[in-house]
Antibody
C-alpha cells in the first residue's frame, strides 16, 4: 500500500524557519516525482513545489521561490521542504503528493494526510 | 500564476447529474490535456478523481467523467449520491511564464 506521512509542522514566528518531511513507502520512490501542495485555512489548494525522481529538476510557485527549497533523499525514501523567512501567508496545511504520469509536473496521487504550519507571533 | 476559474458552488438532487466547469487559458487547459480533478471531503486530504482530462484512476466510480472544449474542462458526476458532497478542484499543467501547476479555486458540491 502506498503511504505518505508528513511531519515537521508546527507554530513558528514570522521570519523563522521550518523543515517538513514526507516519509514514503509502498512504491519505488526514486521513479516518481514528488510535490508539496498547501491549503490555507478555509481556502483552496495551492501548488508549492515539485521535484523530479532523481532530484535534479525542481519547480516552485512564484509565491515561495527564493524562500522555500524542495529536496529528497532517495536512500531514505523521504521528501523535504525547507521553509525560510516564513510569513503569515504561509500558514496552511502542507500536503505531500506523489506525481503521476510521464511528466515531472503531472497529476498528484496519492496525497499524505497533511501537516499544519502556523506562522504567528 | 493565476488560478483556473471554477464556480464557487453547484448543487443537485440524488440521482441527478451535475457538471463543474474549469476555465483556463491558452497556456494551460487550452493547449494541454493535462487536466486533473480532485475531491476533498472536510478535514480530509484530496483524492484524485480524473487525470489527463478524462481518465479515471482504479477504484474511482464510472459516475465521474471528464471532458474538455477549448479553454474549459468539465467534470460531470452522474447519478449523484450523498457521498459525492465535497469540494472539487481542477488542476492543469501550464507554461505561463515558467512550467508549473495551477489549481482552480474549488467548487463546493451540495447534494440536496
Amino acid at each position: 500500500e502506498v503511504q505518505l506521512l508528513e511531519s515537521g509542522g508546527g507554530l513558528v514566528q514570522p521570519g523563522g524557519s521550518l523543515r517538513l518531511s514526507c516519509a514514503a513507502s509502498g512504491f519505488t520512490f526514486v521513479t516518481f516525482s514528488m510535490s508539496w501542495v498547501r491549503q490555507a485555512p478555509g481556502k483552496g489548494l495551492e501548488w508549492v513545489s515539485t521535484i523530479s525522481g532523481g532530484g535534479d529538476t525542481t519547480y516552485y510557485a512564484d509565491s515561495v521561490k527564493g524562500h522555500f527549497a524542495i529536496s529528497r533523499d532517495n536512500s531514505k525514501n523521504t521528501l523535504y521542504l525547507q521553509m525560510n523567512s516564513l510569513r503569515a501567508e504561509d500558514t496552511a496545511v502542507y500536503y505531500c503528493a506523489r506525481g503521476g504520469g510521464t511528466m515531472i509536473l503531472g497529476w498528484f496521487d496519492p496525497w499524505g494526510q497533511g501537516t499544519l504550519v502556523t506562522v504567528s507571533s | 500564476q493565476s488560478a483556473l476559474t471554477q464556480p464557487a458552488s453547484v448543487s443537485g438532487s440524488p440521482g441527478q447529474s451535475i457538471t463543474i466547469s474549469c476555465t483556463g487559458t491558452n497556456s494551460d487547459v487550452g493547449v494541454y490535456n493535462y487536466v486533473s480533478w480532485y475531491q476533498q471531503h472536510p478535514g480530509k486530504a484530496p483524492k484524485l478523481m480524473l487525470y489527463d482530462v478524462s481518465n479515471r484512476p482504479s477504484g474511482v466510480s464510472n459516475r465521474f467523467s471528464g471532458s474538455k472544449s477549448g479553454n474549459t474542462a468539465s467534470l460531470t458526476i452522474s447519478g449523484l449520491q450523498a457521498e459525492d458532497e465535497a469540494d472539487y478542484y481542477c488542476s492543469s499543467y501550464t507554461t505561463s511564464n515558467t512550467p508549473h501547476v495551477v489549481f482552480g479555486g474549488g467548487t463546493k458540491l451540495t447534494v440536496l
